[in-house]
């Protein structure tokens, strides 16, 4: 799911860090070889955050109920205005960052609130409870010697 991510904002960012000359032909001079290894990090590290809220909701309705689908559904349900207000706060901040003239600070922030903001819609609310649902009880699966 990180791939989707990492997709999306680079995506953006060679869009961003190129600029289209006068006839048409596209300079990738200002392109900073930093800002994938940088943006990685950081939405990375926010996306952890997120995903942290929703699993430990769920695994606390799961160790209360036993039941998978009722534990996905709550987790969600508790948890998804606290990750849609974090992510949109997230993405106003670093959106404000494509206000620069600065190119690389630019291609950042678009970066960061392109990611989070597909990490908030597309794969906390969708892909992972989709995914949980269908996995079922092997989503608490572990070996005997972890247990």
């Given amino acids: 799911m990180d791939q989707l991510k990492a997709s ?3 995506g953006v960012d060679s ?3 190129s600029d289209l000359n006068h006839d048409g032909r596209v300079n990738i001079d200002d392109f900073n070889i930093l800002l994938p ?4 990090g950081v939405v990375f590290g926010l996306s952890m955050d997120y995903e942290v809220f929703l699993l430990t909701r769920i695994k606390e309705i799961y160790d209360e109920t036993g039941d998978n689908s009722r534990s996905v559904v709550e987790g969600l349900e508790y948890t ?4 849609t207000s974090a992510a949109a706060l997230m993405i106003i901040v670093t959106g404000a960052f494509a206000l620069t003239s600065i190119i690389f600070m630019k291609a950042l922030g678009l970066g ?3 990611a989070i903001l597909v990490d908030a819609t597309l794969i906390r609310t969708i892909l992972v409870p989709s995914t949980m649902h269908l ?3 092997w989503n608490w699966w572990m070996p005997g010697v972890r247990r």
């Fill in 8 to 10: 999306s904002e680079f």
């Fill in 15 to 17: 869009g961003t860090g």
């Fill in 37 to 40: 290894l940088v943006l990685f």
């Fill in 80 to 83: 998804g205005s606290i990750i």
């Fill in 112 to 114: 960061i609130a392109l």
């Fill in 135 to 137: 996995m079922g009880k």
